[in-house]
């Protein structure tokens, strides 16, 4: 039987409704799943790491969790972990570990849209999922993964695309990686676009913004003139556009040593264009602006941290 750690960070999956709270907050432990899950998936392990609502996760926590998964499939005790967290930010997390955890062992992420006092609750049947999946031979070398709902998804992929659907998670762009079955694991495309940054630390100084139509770009002079980011990424218009009178700050940025990433606000696709007009890929290009290729505006934020992280950010956000 392999052996797996669960490894519990708080999140809807850990909530029950409290009255003292007036709302579910966080009260399940590793003890509380382990009583009400099948037996026979794996021989399974169950380790405390926070309990806590992904809202309330510092940057710390993010990559303190990231360095407890490396530590956990390095022992050769470990074939697999799965990490119980919060659907908020889990995304940032997941991909997080994806960039910077080198293992073949299979990595979950997981959660729940329903708490424990709700009819319905997917906690226990996304961790069970999810076991079957660290259990198995077919993830090895998949990277981090997130499973919900029976479906099995990159890290790099997938995205929380509704508050309270329990099919929340999806991978806009190129779909699930595979399912979860009465048969068990299927794994239908191996997911090639995996990068790795190796890291010892996270820029910390890092900003996301997000454009829109006829926006003034005084926030990102203030990100760089009163908060002294180190870098910024701007979730732009379309295929990598940004409205003319924000050209000259952005370049202004660059010249003082703010690295500044072009994702697109539309959440998929990359940030290239053929276009002659002003503030579009060319021009952002020219100025010395990097790319986010495909990620979203808060996984090309972490990714940006981890790459500031090294001293060679520039080589993990090739020219689109
Ligand atoms: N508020 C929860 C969180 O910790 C939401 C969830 O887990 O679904 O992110």
Redesign the pocket.
Known sequence: MKRITVLTT????A?RADASASGAV?QLAGGDFADALPRNIADTRFEAFSN?????FTLEHVWDLSRRVAALVANPQVDGVVVT??????EESAYLCDITVDTLKPIIFT???RTASELGYDGLANIAASMRVAASDDARGCGTLVVFNDEIHAARDVTKTNTTALETFLSPEFGALGRIDLGGVIIARQPTLREFVPTSRLELNVHLLKLAVGMSDGLLEYLVDTVGGRGIVLETLGGGRVPPWWLPTIERAIKQGVTIVIASRTGAGRTIDRYGYVGGHRDLAQIGCWFANGLNGQKARIKLMAALGTSDAKSYFQDE
């Open positions: 708080g999140g809807t999956v909530m966080p806590l609502p992904s809202a309330h967290h919060g659907t908020d930010t889990l959660g729940a849209m």
